[in-house]
T-cell receptor, first 110, second 117 residues
Framework: KNEVEQSPQNLTAQEGEFITINCSYS?????LHWLQQHPGGGIVSLFM???GKKKHGRLIATINIQEKHSSLHITASHPRDSAVYIC????????????FGQGTRLTINP | GAGVSQSPSNKVTEKGKDVELRCDPI?????LYWYRQSLGQGLEFLIY????????KSGLPSDRFSAERTGGSVSTLTIQRTQQEDSAVYLC???????????????FGPGTRLTVL
């Protein structure tokens, strides 16, 4: 079992829908990243959080440390949101290196 | 530039050749990371540099892989005697100082797509 599990692996939705991507992890962490990877490979960090909730525009990220779970929400989704969304955690124990989920491929149709 | 830069953006090489991939981190960032993303696979950690400390090489897949960071800035990832399974996108990231009690957000470069024929 991977240390970081994301669901769903693939998600297709219509423009305007509310999107939720989930991330569960099995180790104690000091931080969690949500990353966005567009076709062509470039990776952008959307959020880094260690507790609570953060919001940037239409994107919201939440984390529950006790339940070892984080969610990424997209409100009023748009075709330009189509990308792979990756959850990555920094474990409390061990080296300063991110452990990545397998990613969720999101497709928003117009 | 304002972000992490990597070169080349694409590299095609023949099996058995050596390749060098370069990463220029954001100015002032003392932590530098190399990751690999194979086709259809997730990202995996390769190596981490923090200031003048010994690098964490725990993610390097074989002794054909090595990396150095000169002057605390530019880093070079070298793959010797390349194999077809080395084909992947190699990503570099940098952050402000990271340590046992601190962690800062990582900023990713655009990656180098390596194809070994």
């Amino acid at each position: 079992k991977n240390e970081v599990e994301q669901s769903p692996q693939n998600l297709t939705a219509q423009e305007g829908e509310f999107i939720t991507i989930n991330c569960s992890y099995s180790v104690g962490i000091s931080a969690l990243h949500w990353l966005q990877q567009h076709p062509g490979g470039g990776i952008v960090s959307l959020f880094m959080l260690s507790s609570g909730k953060k919001k940037h525009g239409r994107l919201i990220a939440t984390i529950n440390i006790q339940e070892k779970h984080s969610s990424l929400h997209i409100t009023a989704s748009h075709p330009r949101d189509s990308a792979v969304y990756i959850c990555a955690v920094l474990a409390l124990q061990g080296a300063q290196k991110l452990v990545f989920g397998q990613g969720t491929r999101l497709t928003i149709n117009p | 530039g304002a972000g992490v830069s990597q070169s080349p953006s694409n590299k095609v090489t023949e099996k058995g050749k050596d390749v060098e991939l370069r990463c220029d981190p954001i100015s002032g960032h003392t932590a530098l990371y190399w990751y690999r993303q194979s086709l259809g696979q997730g990202l995996e950690f390769l190596i981490y540099f923090q200031g003048n400390s010994a690098p964490d090489k725990s993610g390097l897949p074989s002794d054909r892989f090595s990396a150095e960071r000169t002057g605390g800035s530019v880093s070079t990832l070298t793959i010797q005697r390349t194999q077809q399974e080395d084909s992947a996108v190699y990503l570099c990231a940098s952050s402000l100082e990271a340590g046992a009690s601190s962690y800062n957000e990582q900023f990713f470069g655009p990656g180098t797509r390596l194809t070994v024929l």
